[in-house]
């Protein structure tokens, strides 16, 4: 049954009698509706050769209709069990082509009704394209030619794509290897109509584990035989002709990959019993390898349920996990075992080890490389180069090493040694190119690989390429972006010998757009792209990174806004409006970093409240609300008061530049910003009004962490009720505007926090509002809802801040 009228629950503010108002959907004030219904630009996509852009188009929002679909929730997914892809796939609506040295954009031909594309996949040739097309019934398989820019049905909607992606190239560029429904499935089991047999009983056998909350459980039998259902598959191979033939009968598979050389196919399956209390992540799995024929060769992995984890965030399952090809070898899987029981509490002096182990697996794995802190992963290079990584969360610690794969007893050597939330020591990623298997290796040349970094420093964002010594480990600096009026990202070295590095740059008016730099000819640039800039009606606004201090000396920064034509000398005394999301440090010089850039494009959303600077108020985006725990203490420890001195901080900068009145200041948040914005309502007297989207307000709730926190609820009660705003409802006298989506997904911010937590505060008298928005998940998605979200800010703002 589709919605036709929907109506908004909420408490009106200042009636003396609690009411429901029935409210149809609202739409903005001009100047924020201008702003919010606006064309996307395209999305794009190159080859490895850059000779072809891709340029895929979708709608700026989905509707209510797009979201009001059959859905099942089972096992951690979302399905809609009609189409059998994800219910919350965003789709492609058209595409376009384009060779890269031409201007002209070429209209793909051939492409179905409607239509509603996803899954797009290139074959290692990089003359095809896959993508999936959603009808009302199914799924279909369809492959585009890039020459031709002609697209061609390969199968009816008999696709099972609701465990993502599900497709594969053969390596010979003509066959797809895909997960079709079995012809003979059964019907779906209807949990209303059918009488259970007996109780839900679950068992606890006296391990500890601490399990997030998560959504979309398994509740029943009736799931269980429902989520097996939807996740069983036959797998075939189609050709690009049309033709299909069967290549395994029906499983539960839920990854595919294929060795480099093609040679080999690694197929993982679901396996029993699964669980009431983690997502299908942690169910039973399978790892079977076979060759290109379907010929099993060798089971080489099968990991139990995992519902018991130890506690920490640098804890892992027991056994082989991470287990992948070598991408510059034909056919090795690499793996990693934890040698301290993935207990991060165990003390040990090596935490992983890395082993290799050759196709066709006839020998024993050999050993490559053990671990002092947790696996990070490895890009491997060639027989003797691969840069491999380790860290640790609870102090932030990463290393990177350089190691010889040819020789496990060579010493790794230590690149580098860092704080990972260090952001101006960062030494850049390693560049990567495809091989002769089209897979991604380390970028080798002359004995040296290539360092592109994001380049933040003190004095602002300068990302720089280096040329790093595979025989010293030294670095030389080949580029520095010297920018300071635009904002350049650097993507990908195109031609090492040449210099061409493929960019792209932004101003706060000039919308991204791609370039190719040369850095060896003067840094000549050559354009790609020229979109244009959507939002011309606030080019003229004032936008700087303003940096401060908190009281115990913090460095902080937030990038903010001025109407345009603000008189910076008369200083009107305007509203201020502050948005904000906190996060964990372990040391106050990281916390004092700063990754703004107030020459990256202006792109308001309903993510901030960059709008309103259109109504005459002045706005501090993304302002820092550091939570700082060194040593031994942990940052939570001390939340609140640094919260409120995070606040105060902020709100003192913009009055010592004389914008505002101090009395007339907003703060707002989404999900963690949102627990934020509730406790900084609560714990001072700072602001006038908050709004509070998709949170969580009762920690007792999320009893085995959230957040950053890894320590459960009996371990520091006080710690969990002092941070849960629920627990101290009765000190909350500040309006505040609640707003939750109906459908929230995400761990721990059930629907049910806000409803609960306006209840306590409806019922100890305070001023508050809800509105729980149709449909919506725990990121908001739907043209409606959208709208009437950004009306309800505005009326609550110019109720209760503005006037």
């Not at 080999?264 to 699964?274: A, G, S, V």
């Not at 050597?413 to 495809?434: L, M």
């Not at 459960?712 to 707003?739: I, Q």
Request: aromatic residues 10%.
């Amino acid at each position: 049954m589709k919605l036709k009228v929907t109506t908004l629950l909420f408490l009106c503010l200042g009636l003396t009698t609690f009411a429901q108002e029935n409210l149809t959907y609202q739409k903005p004030s001009k100047s924020i509706s201008d702003l919010a219904d606006y064309e996307r630009a395209p999305s794009v996509s190159m080859d490895t050769k850059k000779e072809y852009m891709l340029l895929t188009y979708r709608n700026t929002y989905k509707t209510l209709d797009d979201l009001n679909q059959e859905e099942l929730r089972l096992g951690g997914l979302r399905i809609n069990p009609i189409t059998n892809i994800s219910s919350t796939v965003t789709y492609i609506n058209n595409i376009k082509l384009r060779k890269i040295k031409d201007k002209n954009e070429v209209q793909v031909a051939g492409l179905p009704v409607n239509p509603r594309i996803s899954n797009l996949s290139w074959s290692p040739n990089e003359k095809k394209i896959l993508f999936s097309h959603t009808t009302n019934s199914g799924v279909e398989l369809w492959v585009l030619d890039i020459v031709s820019a002609k697209a061609t049905k390969l199968t009816e909607a008999t696709v099972n794509a609701n465990l993502g992606n599900p497709f594969s190239w053969f390596n010979d560029n003509t066959t797809i290897l895909v997960k079709m429904l079995p012809k003979n499935r059964p019907a779906l089991l209807d949990a209303k109509k059918d009488l259970p047999l007996g109780p839900i009983i679950s068992n606890a056998d006296g391990s500890k584990s601490q399990n997030r909350t998560y959504q979309d459980l398994l509740k029943n039998k009736t799931d269980e035989t429902n989520f097996e259902n939807i996740i069983t598959s036959e797998l075939y191979k189609v050709n690009i002709n049309g033709t299909a033939t069967l290549f395994k009968n029906a499983n539960r598979y839920a990854g595919e990959s294929f060795s480099p050389d093609g040679n080999f196919l690694m197929l993982t399956t679901i396996e029993k019993p699964f669980s009431y209390i983690v997502p299908l992540s942690r169910f039973p799995q399978k790892t079977t390898v076979y060759d290109s024929n379907g010929t099993e060769i060798k089971v080489v992995n099968e990991v139990p349920l995992n519902e018991i984890m130890p506690k920490g965030f640098s804890s892992v399952r027991k056994g082989k996990r991470s287990m992948g090809w070598r991408t510059d070898k034909p056919a090795t899987l690499a793996y990693v075992v934890a040698l301290d029981e993935g207990n991060q509490a165990n003390k040990v002096a090596f935490r992983d080890e890395v082993f290799l182990w050759n196709a066709p697996f006839s020998a024993e794995p050999t050993s490559l490389l053990k671990t002092q802190q947790r696996y990070g992963g490895i890009i491997w290079g060639n027989d003797n180069v691969a840069i491999a990584s380790d860290d640790w969360y609870d102090t932030r610690n990463t290393k990177t090493y350089l190691i010889n794969p040819s020789n496990p007893n060579e010493a790794p050597r230590v690149i580098s040694d860092r704080n990972s939330q260090d952001i101006y020591a960062d030494p850049g990623n390693f560049e990567t190119i495809k091989n002769q298997y089209g897979k991604r290796v380390l970028a080798i040349e002359n004995d040296k690989a290539y360092l592109m970094g994001d380049g933040f420093t003190k004095d602002g964002q300068f990302p720089f390429i280096d040329e790093f010594s595979l025989k010293t480990l030294k670095t030389t600096r080949i580029y520095t972006s010297t920018y300071k009026d635009k904002k350049e990202d650097l993507l990908s070295i195109e031609d090492f010998k040449k210099g061409e590095v493929l960019v792209q740059i932004q101003s706060k008016n000039d919308y991204p757009n791609y370039f190719f730099r040369n850095i060896r000819q003067k840094n000549k640039l050559t354009p790609i792209t020229t979109f244009k800039n959507p939002f011309e009606s606030i080019k003229n606004v004032s936008k700087e990174v303003i940096k401060y201090k908190r009281k115990d000396g913090v460095e902080l920064s937030g990038t903010l806004y001025l109407p345009a034509g603000y008189d910076k000398v008369k200083k009107e005394k305007l509203p201020l409006l502050i948005w904000a999301y906190p996060a964990e440090y372990k040391d106050k010089n990281s916390a004092g970093q700063s990754s703004q850039n107030p020459n990256e494009f202006t792109f308001p959303n309903y993510g901030s409240f960059v709008y309103w600077v259109t109504k005459g108020y002045v706005v501090l985006d993304d302002a820092s609300f550091p939570i700082i725990g060194e040593g031994t203490t942990e940052p939570n420890d001390n939340f609140i008061t640094q919260l409120v001195d995070n606040a105060e901080a902020a709100i003192n900068a913009v009055d010592a530049l004389g914008y505002i009145n101090r009395k007339k200041v907003a703060v707002g948040g989404h999900s963690y910003g949102a627990f934020m914005t509730a406790n900084l309502l609560t714990h001072s007297n700072l602001f006038a009004c908050g709004i509070a989207r998709s949170g969580a307000y009762n920690r007792t709730l999320t009893p085995f962490g959230f957040q950053s926190e890894q320590r459960n609820y009996w371990e520091t009660p006080g710690v969990y009720n002092t941070m849960s705003p629920f627990m101290n409802a009765d000190k909350m006298k500040t309006p505040l505007l609640l707003v939750h989506g109906e459908a929230d997904n995400n761990p721990g911010t059930f629907t049910l926090q806000t409803e609960r937590y306006f209840q306590a505060l409806k019922g100890l008298g305070a001023p508050a509002r809800m509105v729980i928005l149709p449909k919506e998940s725990h990121g908001y998605a739907a043209k409606e809802n959208i709208l009437h979200l950004l009306w309800e800010q505005d009326q609550f703002l110019e109720k209760y801040l503005k006037n």
